[in-house]
């Protein structure tokens, strides 16, 4: 397996076990210290890095003297108010003295089943990793309810591992990995260095969650490295408590890694191409060829647009002859698109009345 040294862009899922000390509902803090020095030698071999920190809830119980048995959802809402932003204090604090800026990032499932709040996440997280700013991804639990919720940060993480095309995401947990069975319950389990793909046989393996302080058990574990690894981003689970836990996984650390099926761009593209176009844009000679050249789409080289598109849907791409070049995520509605159509960029925003992207289509929301 690539080394975690060779990432371009890497996501960090910390559950709540590793940041939360079980017995007194302190933050371990030499822990933290260790993790955030392991960010800094990521982020000095050049990977952007993203961290989807669990222990909200967990930090805010403590403080609130709630029991660690199951919480109410009005108690959850509240512990993760309170520990919220303690975790977020613990990460600036901890990446701070490596020059590190960070960024906290909340969602909840609806901001990646609803295409709009999708591209704005994805917009976000990708000018903060433009900046070189580490988000800190959690869920909004002071908001989420039973229904909208992702359920565990291991959904979560994948779905961030998508959303900024990672190239591997690694899943810190209380175990070193997946097994055949339980560990802690049958001697005989063996561990998988690597998986290929995820079969039935390799699902009625996987267990539930052991530990108090964390929801995720090997069954979510599996559903994260199905959403990565088909969207081209391989996946690892490693045991997370020891210190410097990403060097050691470096170093030989045993893991279970998920082979990704194909790379994060082909995947992206392939998603893209496979959407119905709720509507078209017509390009001039010189958006087709800016467009050939890798180039995004601007709003000048469109001649004319077909079709009642929203923000975020997938509309085809034509020449003037009729041609479908391809299709694309656009970030304007067909009645915005329809005032701006033909126009520089520099005069967007006196047409809509407020700030706007450049682009009508970004290059890497489009597929040829």
């Known amino acids: 397996m690539a080394a975690l040294s060779a990432a371009k862009r890497i996501v960090i899922k910390i559950g709540s076990a590793l940041l939360v000390d ?34 909200s809830i967990a930090l805010g119980r403590g403080v609130l003297g709630l029991p660690m048995a199951e ?27 490596h020059a590190i800026t960070t960024a906290q990032v909340l969602l909840t499932l609806e901001d990646s089943a609803d295409r709009r709040r999708y591209l704005n996440s994805r917009a976000t997280l990708e000018q903060l990793l433009s900046l070189g700013v580490v988000p800190i991804v ?71 969650a052991g530990s108090g302080l964390s929801k995720g058990g090997m069954k979510t574990k599996l559903m994260a490295a199905k959403t990565a690894t088909h969207a081209g981003c391989a996946m690892a689970i490693a045991a997370g408590f020891g210190m410097n836990p990403l060097r050691a996984i470096e170093g030989g650390a045993n893991a279970t890694w998920f082979i990704a099926q194909t790379n ?12 119905k176009p709720r509507g078209t844009a017509v390009l001039d000679a010189g958006a087709v060829a800016a467009l050939r050249k890798g180039k995004s789409l601007l709003p000048a080289g469109v001649s004319a647009i077909k079709g009642n598109f929203q923000r975020g ?56």
């Open 22 to 55: 079980r017995s007194t509902g302190q933050l371990r803090s030499d822990w933290l210290a260790s993790l955030a020095a392991d960010v800094a030698w990521l982020k000095s071999a050049g990977a952007d890095v993203v961290l989807v920190s669990s222990g």
């Open 71 to 97: 919480l109410a959802l009005e108690q959850s809402q509240a512990a993760a108010a309170v520990g919220q932003i303690r975790l977020a204090r613990a990460y600036e604090e901890e990446l701070a003295p």
């Open 138 to 208: 959690n869920e909004n639990d002071t908001v989420a309810t039973d229904e909208i919720r992702f359920g565990d940060n291991d959904r979560l993480a994948a779905q961030i591992a998508v959303t900024v095309g990672a190239d591997q995401l690694i899943l810190l947990s209380d175990v070193d990995g997946f097994y055949s069975a339980n560990p802690a319950q049958d001697p005989g389990a063996t561990r998988f260095d690597t998986i290929q793909a995820i079969t039935p046989q390799i699902e009625a393996m996987a267990g539930d």
């Open 264 to 275: 994060p761009q082909d995947a992206r593209k392939r998603w893209i191409a496979a959407m």
């Open 313 to 368: 849907d997938s509309i085809a791409i034509c020449d003037t002859d009729g041609h479908v070049l391809g299709h694309g995520l656009t970030r304007y509605t067909a009645a915005e698109t329809r005032l701006i159509q033909g126009r520089k960029s520099h005069e967007i925003e006196a047409l809509l009345g407020y700030p706007a992207r450049a682009a009508l289509i970004h290059r890497d929301d489009m597929a040829l």
